[in-house]
């Protein structure tokens, strides 16, 4: 049964939580939120949601976790409370790296419940460094180019790794190519990850001065890109098997506006830019290389998919060209999420402009550029006429069952909007 106060019921403005990665930026969500930057340390993401590790704060001082668990139906809306149970089921994040990120996979539903209650039994505490599965839920996730954004994802068509492979020219890595044609992608990938320190930097060290050669040999050549790539993860983690590893993976640069959707089980690493991310509420990764956090090669073999696969770059479609504005959603088979772009003065000639989004479920919108004032209807509110003033980095929290209508003079806004499906 819901009990609190208002609260539990209003739109609220929201504060995020920001981590602080190694791989992070020192400018880019201080860029976004307006604050002065380079920041002293390298900010990774930006968390807007209810996750335990980083709840966010609504601008009454209270924990926006703290208001769905006093209120959960009210604030997510029964449909949701009876698919999810009482937690928001998505965490809406902002994420900029300057490095590349670990080398990782997520799991399934099922291998995120078995884990977090093996690791309970074990008596493994949730903090610790060494635990695998810090909830027990799978991780889903969308990523949309905020700048232009640079990952690996998924196992490329083995064909042309290893075309790859024959074309860096190096004797060392012909057992790997004859591997790959015997074993398949399995027995390649643990091979090289599973190599020994010294054996590992000697290969690592190896490959860089091919990526070298054929860079200089053949500036045109198909896998300049790729072999760029190496060098530059080579540089960022020396002698790491997870830079060979690389090499088998989808190399893919995402436009502004363009997507990318992981599931359980495919490999990835972001590489370097800003985007917009929206995932099922959990923290479970699986790391195989390239960070200074845990790793446990094991368990990540365990869950990976070894499959190729196309690049899983999500395109958004156009719900709605209202007057100045455009609706766009990026479709995934993701059932915890959705997220929608509203752009303004993008889609006709400027001036003041409308977009409108309703939802059964919570919502949480950011903006990412231009101002706009957010007027909300169906739910209660802190403010008497229901409306927010909102800039460039600023976000709303929105419970269930709101109507929201964007206006903006800015004729260069932009908002997302990330809810239930």
Aim: glycine residues 10%; negative net charge; aromatic residues 6%.
């Amino acid at each position: 049964m819901d009990v609190g106060g208002p609260s539990a019921y209003a739109a609220q403005r929201i504060h995020g939580v920001v981590q602080s990665y190694s791989w992070g930026s020192r400018s880019a969500i201080a860029e976004l939120m307006g604050r002065p930057c380079p920041t002293d340390l390298p900010e990774a993401e930006l968390w807007l949601g209810a996750h335990p590790s980083g709840p966010s704060m609504l601008e009454t001082g209270v924990l926006l976790s703290d208001v769905i668990d006093r209120a959960p139906t009210s604030a997510l809306g029964p449909k949701c409370v009876d698919k999810f149970g009482p937690r928001l089921p998505f965490l809406f994040k902002v994420l900029a790296a300057e490095t590349a990120l670990s080398l990782q996979a997520h799991p399934t539903l099922d291998q995120a419940r078995a884990g977090f209650a093996r690791e309970n039994a074990a008596g493994i505490p949730i903090n610790s460094p060494t635990r695998n599965y810090r909830d027990d839920n799978h991780k889903p996730e969308l990523l949309v180019a905020l700048t232009e954004f640079h990952a690996l994802a998924g196992f490329r068509d083995e064909d042309r790794t290893l075309a790859l492979l024959r074309a860096l020219d190096l004797p060392e890595l012909a057992e790997s190519a004859r591997l790959l044609v015997r074993g398949g992608l399995r027995d390649l990938f643990e091979g090289w990850l599973n190599l020994g320190d010294a054996e590992s930097q000697g290969l690592v060290a190896l490959v860089l001065g091919a990526c070298r050669r054929y860079i200089e040999g053949f500036p045109d050549g198909d896998f300049v890109d790729e072999a760029q790539m190496v060098i530059d993860l080579g540089k960022q983690y020396p002698g790491d098997p997870g830079v060979l590893a690389a090499m088998l993976l989808n190399l893919i640069t995402l436009r502004p506006g363009e997507g990318i959707y992981l599931g359980a089980g495919h490999l990835h690493a972001y590489l370097r830019g800003a985007g917009i991310e929206i995932m099922a509420n959990s923290d479970n990764v699986l790391r195989g290389g390239m960070t200074t956090k845990y790793i446990n090669r094991s368990e990540l073999v365990r869950v990976l998919r070894f499959e190729s696969v196309a690049p899983p770059i999500v395109h958004p479609e156009p719900l709605a060209g209202l007057q100045n504005a455009c609706v766009l959603q990026y479709a995934t088979p993701a059932s915890e999420f959705q997220l929608r772009r509203v752009e303004i003065g993008r889609c006709g000639a400027g001036g003041y402009s409308v977009a409108c989004s309703s939802a059964a479920g919570p919502q949480i919108l950011l903006c990412t550029r231009g101002t706009c004032r957010i007027a909300v209807g169906g739910v209660e509110t802190t403010a008497p006429d229901s409306s927010f003033e909102v800039a460039q980095g600023e976000s709303i929290w929105i419970p269930a069952g709101g109507t929201v209508t964007i206006f903006a003079d800015d004729s260069d806004s932009q908002v997302f909007i990330a809810t239930t499906p």
